[in-house]
């Protein structure tokens, strides 16, 4: 009996499993290109489940294709859903292969709108941080004059300073014990030690300050005692030691409107030897009787005197009266430019850096303050300039009588390129690799970019000498002169790394200097020089010194008459597109055009 019901059951289940299909082909079908495939890949799936509630078997064939919405399914799309959702899945019936059951059930995500992140570990850290006693520390962004120490309430104030020279005056206020650093010692030529009992100025005297312009330091306890102790034990004011600073503060990086005292024209001074400004007569006189000085050129913020043996640059700042119809420099400039000089100076001896030296840049012999109108042999060499030679300047007794100026005493360096005659290829040849190997020089020992160095900024003479050297780097080399003897001059725009700070000129603030005429080899030049900086003129682009050196190959080739022959221009045109791939003028020294002019020296 339950034999044959279990006979007819499975035959009755068998015959209603045949009409489904049979029913099935009946139905009409639409598949696509891509529904074919998937229903021959799982045609073999098409088995009956037992159904836990009804007890009845259950076959799923009534599939859907994907191809019904008409759209393919990309390949990267399909491998980036590969092993996660069957690609057969749709709104009716959702496909997807047998997985292994999971052994633990991963938490659902958190709505995005919920999501929440806790800082509460970061903020620990910082405060943690902040607990600690700094010696140096980052200015308050509230207050950017004020610096603390820890957790005390009171603080003391200095003025704005690079953020260099900042840290290094804070350390010294809280450790006496230190000297300056050598370069500031070099510049400033101070002791590396506080041997004596008084920092000194270039000219061995102290300067002398209000307290308002070098506030003191506010110590308690035990700190203020030791602090004061230093003080005691030293004989060293904070004035002085805050005033020996600011001789490095830059123009660029100085901000008067912060609130501060300090003054720019009092640490000219001091770097130029002085307490109060000087007259002219007294400068001149130690070089030559003022009825034999003489004028010799003049530029727009300037004009250039005879003085014996020496050039005396003479430079208006800080009035109010137009010169050449220009707005005058500032002491802030002037001071950079001083600085700048003295530290050039160094590689003449080889001070700073005994593995770089030259002697191609100008040297400065002297560097004074001046008050008061022009003198009266200054004003008769003025006008004996100005009837020879037609003056573009303003005539210097408009001046008042409280006008300031910088004098620059300076060796003789010749005649600037403009007006010099050269005689032949050799000596053209000579005036490239004498200035390639200067910034070359320069570059390795100071990150030294001159950035104007136009042919009014080159000088030129002749001498007896056929050799001159070099050392780059270590290696002494002596470069053939050819006679010719190279002097660059004029460092206003330069920017340099004296080690302990950087000079430059912020360019962008003089957008007039890039608008000059299309064309122009020298306004091309210092658009060119933008590109490279894109602007930021602080940070260091040897680039802008092989833009020069370009520069000066347009001039030879377009400006310059001497002898030549097509081969010699030939070789001028092929060194012109060499220098567009060189980064520095460290590399350019190596260009084969100046190769035969190089020799080796084991001095």
């Not at 696509?32 to 078997?57: C, F, M």
């Not at 050598?182 to 100025?201: D, R, W």
């Not at 990086?253 to 720019?264: E, M, V």
């Not at 050392?471 to 460092?491: A, P, Q, R, Y």
């Amino acid at each position: 009996m339950n034999a044959g019901a279990a006979g007819r059951s499975s035959a009755d289940l068998w015959s209603e499993i045949v009409a489904g299909d049979e029913e099935q082909e009946r139905l009409p079908q639409q598949p696509g290109p891509g529904g074919q495939a998937i229903y021959r890949r799982r045609k073999q799936e098409k088995v009956g489940k037992q159904n836990a509630a009804t007890g009845k078997s259950v076959v799923h064939v009534a599939r859907v294709s994907l191809a019904a919405n008409g759209k393919r399914v990309s390949w990267n799309r399909s491998l980036s859903t590969r092993g996660r959702t069957s690609i057969a899945a749709t709104a009716c019936v959702h496909h997807r292969p047998e997985q292994k059951h999971a052994r633990r059930k991963a938490k659902p995500p958190l709505p995005k709108a919920k999501v929440m992140h806790s800082f509460e570990k970061e903020r620990s850290y910082f405060q943690e941080v902040d607990a600690f006693e700094l010696l140096e520390e980052s200015p308050s962004p509230k207050k950017s004059g004020t610096w603390v120490v820890g957790n005390q309430t009171d603080s003391f104030v200095i003025p704005h300073l690079s953020s260099r020279l900042e840290k290094w005056l804070i350390s010294k206020k809280l450790n006496h014990g230190c000297g300056p650093s050598s370069t500031l010692s070099k510049i400033l030529e101070t002791p590396a030690m506080f041997s004596g009992a008084k920092l000194e100025t270039p000219s061995g005297s102290l300067l002398q300050n209000n307290s308002s312009m070098c506030p003191s330091l506010i110590c308690k306890n035990d700190l203020e005692r030791h602090v004061h102790s230093q003080l005691i034990k030293l004989e060293l004011k904070d004035e002085d030691l805050e005033e020996a600073v600011r001789k490095l503060s830059l123009a660029s990086t100085c901000d008067t409107s912060d609130g501060d005292n300090w003054n720019p024209f009092t640490a000219l001074l001091a770097v130029c030897g002085q307490t109060a400004p000087s007259n002219f007569v007294d400068v001149f006189s130690k070089f030559c009787a003022p009825s034999d000085i003489i004028k010799i050129g003049e530029g727009t913020f300037g004009e250039a005197f005879k003085a014996g043996n020496y050039v005396c640059k003479v430079v208006p700042i800080d009035g109010d009266l137009r010169v050449n119809g220009e707005v005058q420099k500032r002491s802030e400039e002037l001071l950079e430019e001083a600085v700048l000089s003295q530290t050039l100076n160094r590689l003449r001896e080889g001070k700073d850096d005994a593995c770089n030296a030259c002697t191609t840049f100008i040297q400065t012999i002297d560097l004074k303050v001046c008050q008061g109108t022009y003198d009266v042999e200054l004003i008769r060499a003025w006008e004996d300039w100005d009837e020879k030679n037609g003056s573009e300047n303003d005539h210097p007794k408009e001046f008042p009588e409280k006008q300031c100026y910088v004098v620059f005493v300076l060796e003789h360096g010749g005649k600037d390129l403009e007006s010099f005659v050269l005689l032949n290829f050799d000596e053209a040849r000579s005036l490239l690799v004498q200035v390639t190997a200067a910034l070359a020089v320069a570059e390795a020992a100071y990150e030294f970019e001159h950035r104007d160095l136009h042919w009014g900024n080159i000088l030129l003479s002749r001498n007896d000498s056929r050799m001159l050297n070099f050392m780059l780097e270590g290696k002494h080399v002596n470069v053939k002169t050819f006679g010719l003897c190279i002097s660059i001059i004029d460092f206003t725009l330069s920017r340099i790394n004296t080690g302990q700070d950087i000079l430059f000129l912020d360019l962008s603030s003089d957008p007039y200097l890039f608008k000059g005429p299309k064309g122009d080899k020298q306004s091309e030049t210092y658009r060119k020089m933008k590109e490279v900086t894109e602007d930021y003129w602080e940070g260091s682009f040897p680039k802008t010194n092989v833009l020069w050196l370009v520069y000066l190959v347009d001039i030879l080739l377009l400006k310059k008459s001497f002898e030549r022959s097509s081969k010699d221009e030939r070789e001028l045109r092929s060194l012109k597109k060499r220098l567009d791939k060189y980064g520095s003028t460290k590399e350019a020294i190596f260009d084969p055009f100046f190769a035969d002019l190089l020799v080796d020296s084991a001095v």
